[in-house]
């Protein structure tokens, strides 16, 4: 029995671990009814302004989430996370890329989103650099750069790049314009304090981005293949 129960542990510890996947996808396209519409994704319990999935109007006029910041308390501050599908070992997984489509959906003289990712872990906070969204710009694909020259260290844990990316246990989209962190308890690495509301979809892991120089040789290889083929 005891050793029976070590080898649960074990492959527990290891779900946790490898949660997050090279294939994860969250497109909120989920049929009416179905549990967890939002795929994990929330503010504080606090908030009045919590994730809500929206059945029509994405990229692709399906499914997507909105968030909504109030600028005052409670709900202030522009800011969600999830920590189920998206923590683990991003390292393991070979993660070095966060891609998804958001929306600034504020309306005429709304607040700018500076869209942000940070991930919590040993290593503590490590943040991208923002990605600004203007008010009425539409749907916006955006790429964010995970990898070691890719993230800021924010503040708290080791400052280890390695000890966060191997076991992340927090994913968080902020609006964050100033490189200024600020830590709230539950809330983790505090976004802007805007009234704003914030248009997500198809959050998808994905691998490194490739060098200038590496897309010109595939491209010349593309081309050497095809002119063979001739």
């Known amino acids: 029995m005891k050793s029976l129960g070590i080898l649960v542990s074990s492959v527990l510890s290891a779900q946790v671990i490898y949660a997050v996947s090279i294939t994860e996808l969250d497109d909120f396209n989920a049929p009416n009814g179905a549990p967890n519409p939002e795929e994990g994704w929330r503010e504080g319990n606090g908030s009045p302004s919590q994730p809500s999935r929206q059945l029509t ?72 650099e923002p990605q600004v969204l203007l008010p009425e710009a539409g749907w916006q694909s955006l790429i964010f ?19 966060t990316m191997s076991a992340v246990t927090r994913l968080q989209i902020i609006s964050l314009e100033e490189d200024t962190f600020d830590f709230g308890g539950n809330a983790g690495l505090r976004g802007d304090s805007i009234a704003a509301s914030l248009g997500l979809d198809n959050i998808k892991a994905g691998a490194a981005i490739p060098e200038p120089s590496g897309v010109a040789l595939i491209l010349m290889g593309c081309t050497g293949l095809m002119r063979r083929r001739r």
């Open 57 to 128: 109007g994405g990229l692709d006029g399906s499914g997507f989430l909105t968030d909504s910041s109030s600028g005052i308390s409670p709900g202030k501050r522009m800011q969600l996370w999830n920590t189920a599908q998206w923590t683990g070992n991003y390292l393991g997984q070979s993660i070095s890329t966060l891609s998804l489509d958001a929306n600034n959906l504020s309306g005429p003289g709304g607040q700018t989103i500076n869209l942000r990712v940070a991930l919590n872990g040993l290593g503590g906070w490590f943040v991208t």
């Open 145 to 163: 750069d995970l990898s070691l020259t890719g993230l800021v260290h924010a503040g708290q844990g080791n400052a280890v790049y390695d000890s």
